[in-house]
């Protein structure tokens, strides 16, 4: 079974970092995409950043470029997202979901994620 784990949210202060990780299992790593997607309350799931598969490619929503970098180790099967100078409207539950796609598309809708982890949530004060 695709089995997806997020972790590493907390509570930090404006303009400070947190790194999420996800841990993959139950597929092979490299033949996935995996995102990163984030809801807070009353608002619709919204892509943030996605790695595709074979990880040639990445993808951002414009909210968090220049800010947040999404990375993976092989090794350990973990894709992880670096985000940094945070925001208070970075407040969100993240959620990390993977899926397979043709090549190296890595789309930011969360309707085109199959396989989702639960969440971690960050909030960001100010």
């Known amino acids: 079974d695709v089995q997806l784990q997020a972790s590493g949210g907390g509570l930090v202060q404006a303009g400070g970092s947190l790194r999420l990780s996800c841990a993959a299992s139950?597929?092979?790593?490299?033949?996935?995409?995996i995102g990163w997607f984030r809801q807070a309350p009353g608002k619709e799931r919204g892509g943030v950043s996605c790695?595709?598969?074979?990880?040639?490619?990445?993808v951002y929503a414009d909210s968090v470029k220049g800010r947040f970098t999404i990375s993976s180790d092989n090794a350990k099967n973990t894709v992880y997202l670096q985000m940094n100078s945070l925001k208070p409207e970075d407040t969100a539950v993240y959620y990390c979901?993977?899926?397979?796609?043709?090549?190296?598309?890595?789309?930011?809708?969360?309707?085109?994620?199959?396989?989702w982890g639960k969440g971690t949530l960050v909030t960001v004060s100010s």
């Open positions: 790695i595709s598969s074979s990880h040639s490619n990445t």
């Open positions: 139950g597929f092979t790593f490299d033949d996935y995409a």
């Open positions: 979901a993977a899926d397979s796609f043709w090549g190296s598309a890595c789309p930011l809708n969360y309707r085109a994620m199959r396989y």
